[in-house]
Every structure is written in structure tokens, then in C-alpha cells.
């Protein structure tokens, strides 16, 4: 696995919204300084919703857009879905909790799947673009810095798995918002799940 490309944005109005997204990213040439909130100089404007420690880096696989580009009958550009990274010969449906990539310096872990809304339909030009996005069950990867450090397009990547029992994408994006059964939710809090996810279940019956 290598970085195929990392992306950047400045904040963007929509065409028909009053506000500004960081959501329309284009890939960078040369290194960027990753640290615990992200790339150095990428734009987030919602920071209720994005970014935080555990969004720092939003990550796309490579075999993962290879199939929204049949699926949506163009070719696909780096950062269309907004994403900071893409991984070559990376499929998201693979990647689980807790899991690790590795890149000089620079580690991230997994926190959580992507879950679509109103702006990334908006920046689709498709009003229902979420469902679809959610029916693909092929959601994007949002991960903590744990180590922070410089990368650029063509550096290796090491995939790392979880040791633990697995919380994959696909099953998290399913059950986002859903009650768990107690067996899911000691299986959930004992992966490193993103902050706001945790606190969700800790609170649960």
C-alpha cells in the first residue's frame, strides 16, 4: 500500500447554501505536516460535526473509490468526497476499529466510519445521495493522529489490523443510532471507537 494523494481545502459555499464547507478538497503536491487535528493548512468550518481529535484525517481506500467510479459512471478525482488521504489497494470494507496505518512518522487509528449528510449530498449535486452512500455500505475512514509527522503522495503505508475483537465499517455505519445488545456494546467500548460514540454507549441501558 502507498499514499496515492493527500487533500487540502479553503473554505467553499455551496451553490443555493448561505454557509461554508471545507468539503471540496484537491490533492497537494509535495510533503504536509499531519498533526493531532489533521493536515496543517485544510480547511474545516463545521467543527461541531468535523474534525477534532478523532477526525483528524478523513481516509479513502483506492479499491473502494475504484467502485463509486463504475458505480457513478465518471472518473474520480482525490478529494470529491472530501477525504484527506487515499490509500492504494485499499478496500474500506476491510478496515475495523482500532486499526492502524503507517506511514514514515506518521500513525493513524481508525475511530470511526463516515456517516453521510445534507452538505456531502449537496456537493454530489444528488439530494439523495445519502441513502445511496449508506446502501454502498462501503463508508470512508475517519481516524485520530497518534503520532503525528510529514507525508506525501507515493510513501508506503503499513495496514496494521486491530488485535482486538473486530468493529467493522460497514456493521458500524448499519448500526450508528441503533440499540445494541449488550455482547455489541462491551464489543464496541472495547475497541478505541471515536469519543462521542463512546460517551453514546457508556450511557446506554
Known amino acids: 500500500m502507498k499514499i496515492l494523494a493527500l487533500c487540502t481545502g479553503n ?14 478538497k484537491h490533492a497537494v503536491n509535495g510533503a504536509v505536516m499531519i498533526d493531532a487535528e489533521g493536515l496543517v493548512g485544510d480547511a474545516i468550518c463545521n467543527r461541531k ?11 479513502e481506500g483506492s479499491l473502494t ?6 458505480e457513478l459512471g465518471q472518473p ?3 478529494g470529491t468526497f472530501g477525504e484527506n488521504m487515499v490509500i492504494s489497494d485499499l478496500d474500506n470494507r476491510d478496515v475495523s476499529v482500532g486499526d492502524r496505518f ?4 506518521l500513525i493513524l487509528e481508525v475511530t470511526s466510519s463516515r456517516m453521510p449528510c445534507a452538505t456531502f449530498a449537496a456537493r454530489m449535486a444528488d439530494p439523495k445521495f445519502v441513502k445511496r452512500y449508506t446502501d454502498a455500505a462501503r463508508p470512508g475512514l475517519y481516524c485520530r493522529v497518534t ?3 510529514v507525508a506525501e503522495a507515493g510513501m508506503p503505508v503499513e495496514h496494521q489490523p486491530f488485535s482486538g475483537e473486530k468493529v467493522m465499517m460497514p456493521e458500524l455505519m ?3 443510532g441503533r440499540r445494541l445488545s449488550e455482547m455489541d456494546r462491551a464489543r464496541y467500548l472495547a475497541a478505541p471507537i471515536h469519543h462521542k460514540l463512546r460517551a453514546i ?5
Not at 473554505?11 to 471540496?24: A, C, H, N, V
Open 11 to 24: 473554505p467553499e459555499r455551496l451553490p443555493g447554501k448561505s454557509y461554508k464547507t471545507g468539503i471540496f
Open 76 to 78: 474520480y478525482e482525490p
Open 201 to 205: 454507549l457508556e450511557v446506554s441501558p
Open 102 to 105: 503507517v506511514t514514515g512518522d
Open 49 to 59: 460535526h468535523h474534525g477534532g481529535v478523532d477526525q483528524a484525517v478523513y481516509v
Open 65 to 70: 473509490l475504484d467502485w463509486w467510479s463504475k
Open 174 to 176: 448499519e448500526t450508528f
Open 147 to 149: 503520532r503525528g509527522g
